[in-house]
């Protein structure tokens, strides 16, 4: 369907995202590219513009209004495409809004509730959004740009206001063959974003087979799942690899890579690309579940994470959100086999789901560090829009009590106005007190600072041998933090942490933005001094007080366990090897990146080697620590990439999708 158009019609599709603080992971606008590159193809005449950052977009529309401006909308740019439509319309009265995207509840309270908010909008495009936005064009193109006649009859895929009266299409038929989306990527149309510091993400499938009821992504894809042809992926890989500049990192929007066994000659194709030009040199992906091909492509990738969700062991709370996991049986095997492959394991849990308890999250988190899982993230439940969670606390089948956080990096004035974007998130459920969940974020802290970012892993892992549990450490540091021989200087980083995880929370949203309209507050976000608190806290530690951090981790250790105290000249020496293993990006660059030399008496070497199987015997020896230049050059890539003034801030940030193992000195052979 190819559509000739009498006037030369302006289109501006936007992905906003804050980009304030000029620091941030952003990726390329791939998803408003997929819009604009299938109505480009239906309709050649057009002219279609794609924006990332709210100021390019300001900036075009007060020199040249579009006809029509397209919304990507998500949980974090929700609150910014309100307030820049509603400018757009108080300047251009005649521009037609459209947004599109997963963030509204998929029911007919949720349309009238997303209306009553957003006066600017005029139609809504539900699900996956190509054909509904080109069908709508076309009508509208059809009726003369005349609104009130484009609204006289309901149009599959749009919801729309009329006049007070919610009117919803039928839903669009999905598309079975993605290649009839054209590639915004070969078009040429994602070009100018290879200028700016934005992440490449690619697509190879689209859509999920399973149900979770905390996800929107199965829900908003009928549960089915569609694949572009794979030369085609191929080619898009390559076209990337050719042209990208200011990153080392590449990112998968599928969500669940390793699904087919296809996916298996993609990995060794990215394999091949980075032998050839060093690009990507660190992907991210979320993985299949029930697929042990992803052992295999896990193996041919190397520098990967290989992150299976389980969100949950307790079969009640499992029952709930209507999840299968993967056989444990299986999982214990993946993990058991990567883990002898020297890579990183790893797993997501969500705390206060339905049905979860103190006791019964306790419980999956010793387990999965009994199983040896190497990197375990773990995060609060959040309230999504579009998710079938949000349905069932809508019918009173979830109980569940909320409050009101500012998204990380989520803030910004533009053009003379603020805007916060918020997180919903659940702080106390039928199960679950919100002191419970409140006990759980300094151990969720701990977890990715000592264990999954790997600064202090060898020091668990010895533990562990010896018979204590990492979670029971953790605790350990936790509840001992007020111990008289605890260093001033971490009881205030503890302290510290647990005001702000308690404070961070607002019962409105009305009164989160009121609080951070404040100039001092909006000063203090300005400075980079809020973000999610484990990435905060993890470098505000290494930049500001590492040693005595160093000092509590070794004297809680051998208080705590007579093993470990009869050990304390290993434990000590794992310290002493770990500190100076970790780059001090507080020094000169230069500096920062030269050698250490250690004299050791343990053969702490040989026993990770083994996969932390052997003991450790007397051993003595020299060991050099070094950077070698390729991790130098990725380094500066990545520096430059999130620069920003407060070094917490680029260092969180950079953290977030790099290789963790680059903050770490090299073991010279």
């Not at 040249?64 to 990507?72: K, Q, S, V």
């Not at 694949?227 to 690899?241: H, P, T």
């Not at 001092?520 to 001094?529: H, I, S, W």
Request: net charge neutral.
């Amino acid at each position: 369907m190819v559509i000739k158009i009498a006037e030369k019609i302006k289109i501006y599709l936007c992905d906003f995202v804050y980009n304030f603080l000029k620091a941030g992971t952003h990726m390329f606008p791939l998803n408003v590219g997929y819009i604009g590159a299938f109505a480009k193809k239906n309709f050649p005449d057009i002219e279609i513009k794609l924006f990332k950052y709210p100021d390019d977009f300001i900036r075009k529309c007060k020199e040249d209004p579009p006809h029509i401006a397209g919304f990507g909308n998500y949980t974090w740019n929700t609150y910014l495409n309100r307030g820049i439509s509603d400018w757009v319309k108080s300047i251009s009265p005649k521009t037609i809004v459209i947004f599109g995207g997963p963030n509204i509840n998929y029911s007919q309270k949720g349309y009238k509730q997303f209306f009553d908010s957003y006066h600017s909008t005029d139609f809504y495009v539900l699900y996956q959004g190509e054909t509904p936005f080109v069908n709508l064009l076309k009508k509208i193109f059809d009726k003369n740009m005349d609104l009130a006649v484009v609204k006289e009859e309901p149009l599959d895929g749009v919801v729309f206001n009329r006049g007070g009266e919610i009117i919803c299409g039928k839903i669009s038929k999905r598309i079975k063959n993605l290649d009839e989306i054209p590639s915004p990527y070969l078009s040429g149309m994602l070009d100018e974003f290879f200028e700016q510091r934005l992440i490449p993400i690619v697509e190879t499938n689209r859509g999920c087979p399973y149900t979770c009821t905390f996800c929107a992504q199965g829900f908003s894809s009928y549960n089915q799942i569609e694949f572009f042809n794979i030369e085609r992926v191929k080619q898009e890989l390559d076209y990337i690899a050719g042209k990208i500049k200011n990153t080392n990192i590449l990112i998968f929007a599928d969500s669940n890579f390793g699904i087919l066994p296809r996916d298996i000659e993609i990995a060794h194709h990215l394999t091949h690309l980075t032998n050839e030009t060093g690009y990507p040199r660190k992907v991210s992906m979320n993985w299949a579940k029930n697929q042990p091909k992803i052992l295999e492509i896990a193996k041919i990738l190397k520098n990967i994470n290989l992150v299976i969700s389980l969100q949950s062991l307790d079969e009640t709370v499992l029952e709930k959100i209507k999840r299968k996991n993967i056989d444990i049986s299986i999982f214990k095997n993946i993990v058991e086999t990567f883990n002898k492959e020297g890579g990183m394991s790893g797993t997501e849990i969500i705390l206060a789901l339905p049905g979860e308890t103190k006791e019964s999250h306790i419980e999956t988190l010793r387990a999965l560090f009994n199983w040896n899982v190497s990197y375990l993230l773990c995060y609060n439940l959040l309230m999504l829009d579009g998710s079938e969670l949000s349905l069932q606390r809508e019918r009173g089948e979830f109980q569940c009590y909320t409050k009101f956080r500012l998204s990380d990096n989520c803030f910004g004035e533009f053009d003379g106005r603020k805007y916060f974007e918020i997180e919903e998130g659940i702080r106390r459920t039928n199960t679950m007190s919100e002191e419970d969940i409140l006990y759980f974020r300094p151990i969720h802290w701990l977890i990715q600072f000592l264990w999954n970012y790997r600064f202090y892993y060898d020091l668990l892992k010895y533990i562990q041998s010896l018979g204590v549990n990492p979670i029971d450490y953790i605790i350990k540091l936790i509840d001992d933090i007020d111990n008289s021989e605890t260093p001033e200087s971490v009881k205030d980083i503890f302290r510290s942490f647990k005001k702000e995880a308690r404070d961070e929370w607002f019962d409105s949203p009305e009164q989160l933005r009121e609080y951070y309209s404040h100039p001092e507050n909006f000063d203090y976000l300005q400075k980079g001094n809020h973000g999610k608190l484990n990435g905060k806290y993890v470098f505000r530690v290494l930049l500001e007080i590492r040693k005595d951090f160093e000092k509590y981790l070794y004297d809680t250790a051998i208080r705590y366990s007579k093993d470990c105290e009869s050990k304390k000249e290993i434990v000590l020496e794992i310290l002493n090897i770990l500190s100076a293993s970790i780059i001090d990006f507080n020094e000169e660059w230069n500096a920062a990146m030269r050698d250490k030399h250690l004299t050791t008496k343990y053969g702490l070497l040989s026993w990770r080697k083994s996969g932390y199987n052997q003991d450790i015997v007397y051993e003595e020896g020299k060991m050099v620590l070094y950077v070698p230049e390729e991790q130098i050059k990725a380094l500066e890539i990545l520096f430059k990439q999130y620069e920003h003034v407060n070094k917490n801030v680029t260092l969180r940030k950079a953290s977030e999708y790099m290789d963790i193992k680059d903050f770490f000195r090299k073991v010279r052979d």
